[in-house]
């Protein structure tokens, strides 16, 4: 068996070959989605973190999976004939070293998980290392036969006798050895069983016959449990929902009501940072320090800066920026807007591919009208600026420093800096025509 140094080069395999028949899905399983990002992009991040090289096996016709996982090289699995026939078509790329396998369906491993089963792997005279864990319902996993971590078999679970069945470490599946040992145990594995595959897990078997010694690396199994169902991925969902809150949390972040807010995993959220319950983040939002969230409010590819407020029901979309102190209240939707320091946008209003300048003023019911049914159009809104309520910005629009704008105008043109923009019609009284209309009305009801 293959000597090893502490500074030798670590693979990891990601098999992600498989299909999202099980989930009713055209879309391969590793991109399926846990806390906003595809299972595999989980598995990629923990991975690069730990593993000097990845390389990832996909199955055929598999463009959305590879462009995902670039710029980390892809095998492709021609014929799915097994997990250990997978794994063997990436074994010119498992170079010196160790090598581990891992599952795009195993997707919540976290960096500190593989590290330890790295570690194991190269303690002195261990050949073989594998994760496992003890579900709360060992169902049909596969079982680990150890004593003290040291493995003599894993059983199947139909071919286990009922004492084996009672043993409720489980095998999750994650295999890390030395390269030279794994190619040669991966030829070795045939398939002789009822589906006719070739299966990684009989890796182990051979591992023992040659009197390796296989040690098992035990971890959570909100981390190792597998995901294949559309059920199974909402059991993730939550395991992650909730890793995701308590880091939150012990990073100086107040969620009143935990259970109800759901984080992206890449959700960045400063100390002191306060959520309200039932809000929502999509990938790629930062909040800053002081900053509030409050209920019923989606945020989405945003960056929130110190002190803002955010909501209730708001919904911040990708490409904005709200500024320092700003308050974007009740049903309010910003999209591609940079926001300066101060603004309010309080009541009812949307603005889309807009800068608006610091301390300005957005009355209730404003618009821009930033889409002409083919281009998309910026407004500009300069510092100081008030605009009244129930207004219609029509881009492309450039208002300037101090401007006003009055309640229920159409703005078309470009409002000078400190100028008074008007843009609506004369208001005409007619007497007693009101009161004739309706009395028109009434009688058209009441004859039927």
């Known amino acids: 068996m293959t000597s090893f140094s502490s500074s030798r080069p670590a693979t990891a395999v990601l098999l992600a070959a498989g299909l999202g028949t099980r989930m009713k899905s055209s879309r391969a399983k590793a991109m399926q989605q846990i806390a906003g990002l595809p299972m595999l992009a989980h598995l990629l991040a923990s991975a690069s973190a730990v593993f000097d090289r990845l390389v990832v096996v996909i199955g055929p016709g598999m ?4 462009e995902l996982v670039a710029p980390y090289p892809v095998i492709i699995q021609h014929e799915r004939l097994g997990t250990a026939h997978a794994a063997l078509q990436a074994e010119a790329c498992f170079g010196d070293g160790d090598v581990a396998v891992l599952y795009a369906d195993n997707p919540l491993i976290s960096a500190h998980t593989l590290t330890t089963l790295l570690e194991e792997r190269r303690k002195a005279g261990v050949g073989l290392a594998l994760l496992a864990m003890r ?14 971590g040291e493995v003599s078999r894993i059983v199947e679970w139909a071919d286990a006798t009922p004492e084996e069945r009672n043993v409720d470490l489980c095998n999750a599946g994650v295999l890390c050895a030395d390269a030279a040992d794994f190619r040669r145990w991966l030829h070795a594995v045939r398939n002789d069983n009822a589906k ?12 023992v016959a040659e009197q390796v010694r296989v040690r098992a690396v035990e971890a959570p199994e909100d981390e190792l ?5 559309r059920a199974e991925l909402a059991l993730a969902e939550a395991a992650i929902q909730t890793r995701l809150r308590e880091t939150a949390m012990a990073e100086g972040v107040t969620l009143v009501a935990p259970e109800t807010v759901f984080l992206c ?22 909040v ?8 019923f409010s989606h945020l989405e590819g945003c960056e929130i800066h110190a002190g803002s407020v955010i909501g209730p029901y708001a919904r911040i979309r990708p490409g904005s920026s709200i500024g320092a102190g700003s308050r974007v209240g009740n049903f309010v939707e910003i999209k591609a807007t940079t926001m300066g320091t101060g603004v309010k946008v309080n009541h009812l209003s949307y603005l889309g591919d807009s800068r608006v300048g610091n301390r300005t003023n957005i009355g209730a019911g404003t618009i821009t009208c930033n889409y002409d049914g083919t281009f998309k ?7 100081d600026v008030f605009v009244g309520s129930d207004s219609v910005l029509v881009a492309p629009l450039n208002i300037g420093d101090n401007a006003l704008i009055g309640a229920g105008s159409v703005i078309t043109t470009d409002v000078p800096p400190d100028a008074l923009a008007l ?3 004369r208001q005409i009284n007619k007497d007693e025509q009101g009161k004739r209309f309706k009395d028109m009305l009434r009688a058209k009801k009441e004859n039927g």
């Open 63 to 66: 463009e959305e999976v590879a």
């Open 135 to 148: 579900p709360q319902d060992p169902a049909r996993y596969g079982r680990v036969l150890a004593h003290e």
């Open 196 to 207: 006719g595959e070739f299966y990684l897990t009989d890796v182990v078997g051979l591992a």
């Open 225 to 229: 449990r597998g995901v294949n169902s």
């Open 265 to 286: 995993a890449d959700t960045c959220l400063s100390p002191d940072v306060l959520i309200e319950p039932h809000v929502v983040f999509g990938p790629g939002v930062i």
């Open 288 to 295: 800053h320090e002081g900053a509030t969230i409050r209920s």
């Open 377 to 383: 159009h910026s407004t500009l809104i300069g510092h």
């Open 423 to 425: 843009g609506r019609a």
